[in-house]
């Protein structure tokens, strides 16, 4: 006897696949129109409310499929600052998603705006120095339909509509490409959750391939990387995904990025005291920036728990600064929101995992390798 699939997520499934199903039960495209309207318009929660559907139909959908996967285990943090979501998955898994108030100047944005910083695996496979997400190592992909709840839930839950949607939270998007672009398609739809593509930003370690096939995408989504070094010996002490990318080839599938596009791409750089916060760096970084015709955002480093490193201090983040502005290159430096509610990618997921002890505690171990 073969075990029943999986209910499938509503959330995750277009308004095409919907309507191909449909012709299968021989039921109209406007069904399938009735049904995105309940799921994205009206939200409901159950396959049961949408009363405009015959009780047959209902039973067939809700036989197939699901409204909700994910409960909110936590929030912390208030209404007008950041406030960060821990989800608890179907599978007893944990994610975490923050909503920013004001959305960075840098994208462009109006100051009233609420910024929703999506997950898009549940631990990340990519092992940065810097990063608590990839602390407890890689456990797997979310699909289509857990990376759009989690902008269903927190406008739920805050009542307040999300404008931008930046996938820097925990994981590497781009090593979940085929969800996230299906994702993508369904938050930015009409019919879906109508969020414009200029208002989508992927930020990726700088996976170069995944960085070529997702130029092909045709939503005119940002792209934001994590650099954090501007040399390849900065950087591969800085994250270990440099020695298999390293920045010439990250470089050549940016420009293939950048002849496919009209937005102008983001170089993030955290700043880490004695790392990577040299001025040589900063002239480097500048050059890359002008070359890309990219902006900079600098982010001073997130002590996390466990790890030595440290930021730098406001002078020497000012200085660095300094030499990218006299450059030309646009740069913002992100005095960051949220350092007490450890809104730094993962931080949080480690420590509910690790107390209910689905993961063990890794900072010990991970303290040990950067040491060696
Ligand atoms: N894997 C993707 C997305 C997740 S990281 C990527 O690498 O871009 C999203 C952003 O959070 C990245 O710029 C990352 O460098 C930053 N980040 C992670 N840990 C941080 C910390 N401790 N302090 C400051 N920024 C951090």
Excluded at 8 to 34: I, N, P
Aim: aromatic share 6%.
């Amino acid at each position: 006897m073969s075990v029943p699939a999986q209910p499938q997520s509503l959330l995750g499934t277009t308004l095409d696949e919907l309507v191909s199903m449909f012709a299968e039960w021989e039921q109209t495209a406007y069904r399938a129109k009735q049904v995105v309207e309940w799921v994205f318009r009206r939200r409901v929660t159950s396959v049961e409310d949408m009363t405009n559907l015959s009780r047959e139909l209902r039973a067939k959908l809700s036989e197939r499929f699901t409204l909700r996967t994910m409960t909110i285990q936590s929030v912390t943090g208030s209404k007008d600052t950041t406030r960060k979501y821990l989800l608890r998955l179907h599978d007893g898994r944990f994610v975490e998603t923050v909503l920013i108030p004001a959305s960075p100047a840098l994208y462009g944005d109006r100051a009233d705006r609420r910024t929703l910083c999506v997950s898009s695996q549940v631990g990340c496979a990519y092992d940065c120095n810097f990063c608590a997400s990839g602390l407890a190592g890689f456990t797997r992909n979310l699909s289509a339909g857990e990376l759009v709840e989690q902008v269903v839930q927190v406008e739920a839950q805050s009542g307040e509509r999300v404008d931008n949607i930046v996938f820097m939270g925990m994981g590497e998007p781009l090593a979940n490409l085929t969800n996230l672009m299906k994702a993508i398609e369904i938050l930015n739809a009409h019919w879906g959750v109508g969020i414009g593509a200029r208002h989508m930003t992927v930020s990726t370690s700088g996976l170069a391939p995944q960085i070529r096939k997702l130029a092909e995408f045709p939503l005119q989504i940002r792209l934001a990387i994590s650099l954090h070094g501007a040399s390849d010996d900065v950087r591969n002490k800085i994250m270990p995904v440099n020695k298999k990318y390293p920045l010439a080839e990250l470089f050549d599938a940016l420009d293939v990025w950048t002849s496919n596009r009209k937005q102008r791409i983001t170089l993030e750089y955290i700043l880490i005291e004695g790392v990577n916060d040299g001025l040589d760096q900063a002239h480097l970084l500048a050059d890359h920036a002008r070359r890309l015709d990219a902006l900079v955002n600098l982010i001073p480093y997130n002590t996390v728990e466990g790890l030595e490193w440290k930021r730098p201090s406001e002078t020497r983040q000012d200085a660095f600064k300094e030499v990218l502005v006299r450059a030309g290159i646009m740069t913002t430096l992100r005095r960051e929101k949220g350092h007490d509610i450890s809104a730094a990618c993962g931080q949080l997921r480690l420590k509910q995992e690790t107390e209910l002890g689905i993961i063990e505690s890794p900072v010990a171990r991970k303290r040990e390798t950067i040491e060696a």
